[in-house]
């Protein structure tokens, strides 16, 4: 304690449960700091991944579902993940294995950039698939 007064400075316990205790003589201030700084510069180069989100309809025709294979390429190549879903109304619960071919045709579509991580799931009256960006991009 003496020597960290004389020095203007402060005793820091590094490791309170060996024995003896380990201290440290340093400035405290200044350490805290210095960590938060790094905190924030590691926080500022992470990538947040958003999950941006298509809808289908199970009647959609081969020009719409291109105009939303190329959204989602476009999501898919600046990182994001995508999820595909169809709502099923009224009598399109009797066919639902339809919309799981549309499915399935959407995911060709955008094969080369995209990966399925969760194939198409029937919840309720949706059919959901989540698709991430394949390693390659």
């Known amino acids: ?17 060996a024995t003896p205790p380990v201290c440290k003589i340093m400035d405290y201030g200044k350490y805290r700091f210095e960590t938060m700084k790094k905190q924030k510069e590691a926080q500022k180069n992470q990538k947040v991944v958003e ?21 989602a390429q476009k999501f898919l ?3 994001n993940k995508v999820k595909v879903s169809i709502r099923m109304r009224g009598r399109q619960n009797a066919h639902s294995s ?3 071919d549309v499915m399935n045709r959407f995911f060709e579509m955008v094969q080369e950039c995209a990966v399925m991580e969760k194939k198409p799931m029937f919840e309720g009256r949706n059919i959901l698939m989540i698709l991430a960006p394949s390693k390659a991009n």
Not at 1 to 17: F, G, P, T
Request: proline share 0%; hydrophobic share 45%.
């Open 1 to 17: 304690m003496r020597l960290a007064e004389e020095q203007d400075l402060d005793l820091v316990k590094i490791a309170a449960n």
């Open 51 to 71: 999950l941006k989100e298509i809808r289908l309809s199970m009647t959609i025709d081969v020009g719409d579902l291109n105009v939303k294979a190329r959204q």
């Open 77 to 79: 190549s600046s990182g």
């Open 98 to 100: 339809l919309g799981v």
